[in-house]
Nanobody
Framework: QVQLVESGGGLVQAGGSLRLSCAAS??????MGWFRQVPGKEREFVAA????????SYGNSVTGRFTISRDNTKNTVYLQMNSLKPEDTAVYYC??????????????WGQGTQVTVSS
């Protein structure tokens, strides 16, 4: 049974940092990513990476501030978030899957972890 379990969310002041973790169980995945969602808004792409970590992609709003990485020995993906802004407040979701049409294709989702950035 596949499970994705996120952790590391919380409350932080603007300018601060948080690191999210997503531990996958049941199998390994060639693509993993992070998305976020605010109530009433569409889910937003945050970051993604391939199996080796050599390929990464970031959403425009987080480029230069967030870093995605993975530890394949632990089957875990991380999202290091620096210089956090109030507009980064959202529920962050981990996603995992393969590739389709040259792009990541996500089949599994975590339950989400809340990140709140105070001004």
């Amino acid at each position: 049974q596949v499970q994705l379990v996120e952790s590391g969310g919380g409350l932080v002041q603007a300018g601060g940092s948080l690191r999210l973790s997503c531990a996958a169980s049941g199998r390994t995945f060639s693509s993993m990513g992070w998305f976020r969602q605010v109530p009433g808004k569409e889910r937003e792409f945050v970051a993604a990476l391939g199996r080796s970590g050599a390929w990464t992609s970031y959403g425009n709003s987080v480029t230069g501030r967030f870093t995605i990485s993975r530890d394949n020995t632990k089957n875990t993906v991380y999202l290091q978030m620096n210089s956090l802004k109030p507009e980064d407040t959202a529920v962050y979701y981990c996603a995992a899957g393969g590739w389709s049409g040259g792009k990541p294709s996500y089949d599994y989702w975590g339950q989400g972890t809340q990140v709140t950035v105070s001004s």
